[in-house]
Nanobody, 117 residues
Framework: QVRLVESGGGLVQPGGSLRLSCAASGSIASFASMGWFRQAPGKEREWVAGVRAGGRTDYADSVKGRFTISKDNANGYLYLQVHSLKPEDTAVYYC???????????WGQGTQVTVSS
């Protein structure tokens, strides 16, 4: 059973940066598409960024120009580089992906990002 495990969250001041990582226990190349979502307290989970099988990337308007998603097939990681963080970016960040061999969407357990001075 493939698993996704996020890391890299933490407490950062406004304007700061972080790199979130998502490690796949199986072949990350077997995911047709992958993405990052986030869920703030009292709010629904929202899509943040995605990368398609062909490499095309997409971003929510709220993070465009500040966040960059990338996928490292060789080492089995999905990344989210986040810059110019704002307090409203505070949330638990989740990675997910559609795993082709089992035709299933897989979610990680999340990593907390807190933006505060």
């Amino acid at each position: 059973q493939v698993r996704l495990v996020e890391s890299g969250g933490g407490l950062v001041q406004p304007g700061g940066s972080l790199r979130l990582s998502c490690a796949a226990s199986g072949s990350i190349a077997s995911f047709a598409s992958m993405g990052w979502f986030r869920q703030a307290p009292g709010k629904e989970r929202e899509w943040v960024a995605g990368v398609r099988a062909g490499g095309r990337t997409d971003y929510a308007d709220s993070v465009k120009g500040r966040f960059t998603i990338s996928k490292d097939n060789a080492n089995g990681y999905l990344y989210l580089q986040v810059h110019s963080l704002k307090p409203e970016d505070t949330a638990v960040y989740y990675c997910n992906g559609y795993y082709v061999p089992s035709s299933a969407t897989v979610w990680g357990q999340g990593t907390q990002v807190t933006v505060s001075s």
